[in-house]
């Protein structure tokens, strides 16, 4: 299938809105800070929340189910939240300029937590939805941030991506794992491709338009050429 939707400096916002289980087509758009969402189960819309500048941290924050459109505002380090439980906006700041957002459901209770990754640091800074407790978790590597559950237990896996090097710190063991996966410019899609319950480390390539995913469940590599050069890959089942 295909669907039009957005203009050109988009940026995908991939997730749950209307909470059917399926992944709705969404992009927010920077120049004017709006959402356009195509809701899977029928309707959508747009509306604007945030400001320019302002970076998206869609997830859902308030555990009902539904993606919550959020940003994170790098201006004043605040997070802005649009409960979908409620239609009220939560504000909290937590974060610096230089942060980059990183929301997951860190502590297993299934509701997405504020957090930033902290390159200068390398350490991931987290706030616990469930007690209010605060985490850190020194990473020991720059890069990207791609924590996700990729030890099955429930909880987010804080995690990053340097060139081709992934560095994850599993929540079970408290262990890191390492691994060097593909080119350094490939982009990260991790997901849970196989269906085991873990999201399994994979990348796409733009200059082939193909995808090469390591799966979880059997260490196998799964290879399939989607996309073309200039594309921007959206993992479809998309879990925070």
């Known amino acids: 299938m295909t669907q039009t939707w957005g203009i050109n400096g988009d940026k995908p916002v991939e997730g749950d809105y209307d909470g059917d289980g399926k992944t709705d087509f969404a992009v927010f758009r920077p120049s004017n800070a709006t959402w356009y969402i195509i809701n899977s189960g029928g309707g959508g819309g747009q509306f604007t929340f945030g400001q320019t500048g302002d ?8 555990g009902d189910g539904r993606t919550d459109a959020a940003v994170f505002r790098p201006s004043n ?3 802005y939240i649009q409960q979908s439980s409620t239609g009220q906006t939560a504000t909290v700041q937590f974060g610096q300029s230089t942060d980059i957002p990183a929301p997951a459901d860190y502590d297993g209770d299934g509701k997405a937590d504020i957090a930033v990754w902290r390159s200068s640091e390398t350490k991931f800074y987290a706030f616990n939805s469930s007690n209010g407790a605060y985490q850190t978790s020194f990473i020991g590597q720059a890069g990207e941030p791609v924590s996700a559950d990729y030890d099955g237990d429930g909880k987010a896996d804080f995690a990053v991506k340097n060139g081709a090097d992934w560095k994850i710190l599993n929540s079970s063991s408290l262990q890191f794992q ?19 319950g ?22 196998s590599t799964r290879t399939t050429q989607w996309g073309i050069t200039g594309d921007t890959p959206v993992p479809a089942f998309y879990r925070r």
Not at 207 to 217: A, Q, V
């Open 55 to 62: 970076l998206p941290a869609q997830a859902d924050y308030d």
């Open 77 to 79: 380090g605040t997070w």
């Open 178 to 196: 390492t691994t060097s996966w593909q080119l350094a410019d490939d982009i990260a899609v991790q997901n849970d491709y196989d269906g085991d």
């Open 198 to 219: 873990k999201v399994d480390i994979a990348v796409w390539r733009s200059s082939n338009g193909t995808w090469y995913i390591k799966n979880s469940s059997d260490n």
